[in-house]
């Protein structure tokens, strides 16, 4: 079974500032995904950024960006020029690209924005 | 619908009763996914329905949990004789075809579960 690890329960970062949070995982596939989603006080998981296994380069939203590091199992998130809106919580999770459906999710890193 | 929504949004029980929780997916997503939340955990994986085939209920913790998805559209989480630790939040999730789709769920809100 594939596991997500998340090793910061709490982050911290003050408004306009660059952060990142830590996800590494356990597979043996080699084809895959991986996600990052960001969940608000309202409870709806929101997705921030999505990244194929296949894909060398690393994926970026706007403001966020992810570096992957396939041998090592590591997909870690960035948020460049932090805003207030960007405090929630984040999970970083994966699912099988051939096999399996279900999200598999790290027990998540809780970020605070300091103005 | 515009997107994933469920009911109710809170709901406080006694222990030993049933509940039900609702979720209507997004119009046109054939696959829907049920997780649970609990305190200071991920998300854990329930059960999953793709269509009309036969619902992967690998991730049920007990016989007390039961789902059904009537007509492809909305499904029903069931919880009987409730116990403390199935205090939760319960999300649902739907998507597009899952082996088509690049794995993006769309959650809804979820259902508090709290029970003394």
């Known amino acids: 079974a594939q596991t997500v690890t998340q090793s910061q329960p709490e982050m911290s970062v003050q408004e306009a500032e660059t952060v990142t949070l830590s996800c590494t995982y356990d597979t043996s596939e080699s084809d895959y995904y991986l996600f990052w989603y960001k969940q608000p006080p309202s409870r709806q998981m929101i997705l921030v950024i999505r990244q194929e296994a296949y894909k060398q380069q690393n994926a970026t939203e706007n403001r966020f960006s992810v570096n992957f590091q396939k041998a090592a199992k590591s997909f870690s998130l960035k948020i460049s020029d932090s805003q207030l809106g960007d405090a929630a919580m984040y999970f970083c999770?994966?699912?099988?690209?051939?096999?399996?459906?279900?999200?598999?999710f790290g027990k998540g890193t809780s970020l605070l924005v300091t103005p | 619908g515009a997107g994933v929504s469920q009911s109710p949004s809170n709901k406080v029980t006694e222990k030993g009763k049933d509940v039900e929780l609702r979720c209507d997916p997004i119009?046109?997503?054939?696959?829907l996914y049920w997780y649970r939340q609990s305190l200071g955990q991920g998300l854990e994986f329930l059960i999953y329905?793709?269509?009309?085939?036969?619902?992967?209920k690998s991730g049920l913790p007990s016989d007390r949990f039961s789902a059904e998805r009537t007509g492809g559209s909305v499904s029903t989480l069931t919880i009987q004789r409730t116990q403390q630790e199935d205090s939760a939040v319960y999300l649902c999730?739907?998507?597009?075809?899952?082996?088509?789709?690049?794995?993006?769920?769309?959650f809804g809100e979820g259902s508090r579960l709290t029970v003394l």
């Open positions: 329905f793709q269509g009309n085939s036969a619902p992967d």
């Open positions: 119009s046109g997503h054939t696959a």
């Open positions: 999770a994966y699912r099988n690209s051939n096999s399996g459906y279900a999200l598999n």
């Open positions: 999730a739907s998507s597009r075809r899952s082996h088509t789709n690049t794995g993006e769920l769309f």
